[in-house]
Nanobody
């Protein structure tokens, strides 16, 4: 299974970015898999951002009302739409995937089996 994140860049505060994660090697199991987005700022631990568990979505409190996670099973992609970006959103954003994660563990990075390489998001003030 390979994950490829894209769509990062430099944006001013209040702007928007749309991140995409393309998945390969997961075949027909994509629709049943669990997808997550994490971010890691310089010198900080990896932080949960959002997850999609077979159509049910979960967001970190810090991004609720601003970020949306969605998936396209036909294209094997998962998208993170980020609006009203803030400087504190600056980080490397990584997509992840797993197959069997109970809901209470969705925010735990250790629960995901596969990770992409990440894409840099920089928000200027």
């Amino acid at each position: 299974v390979q994950l490829q994140a894209s769509g990062g860049g430099l944006v001013q505060a209040g702007g928007s970015l749309r991140l995409s994660c393309a998945t390969s090697g997961i075949g027909r199991d994509f629709s049943a898999s669990i997808k997550g987005w994490y971010r890691q700022a310089a010198g900080q631990e990896r932080e949960f951002v959002a997850a999609d568990k077979r159509g049910s979505t979960y967001l970190a409190d810090s991004v609720k009302g601003r970020f949306t996670i969605s998936r396209d099973n036909a294209k094997n992609t998962v998208t993170l739409q980020m609006n009203n970006l803030k400087p504190e959103d600056t980080a490397i954003y990584l997509c992840s995937a797993g197959s069997t994660i109970i809901t209470s563990n969705l925010r735990s990075a250790n629960a995901y089996s596969y990770w992409g390489q990440g894409t840099q998001v920089t928000v200027s003030s």
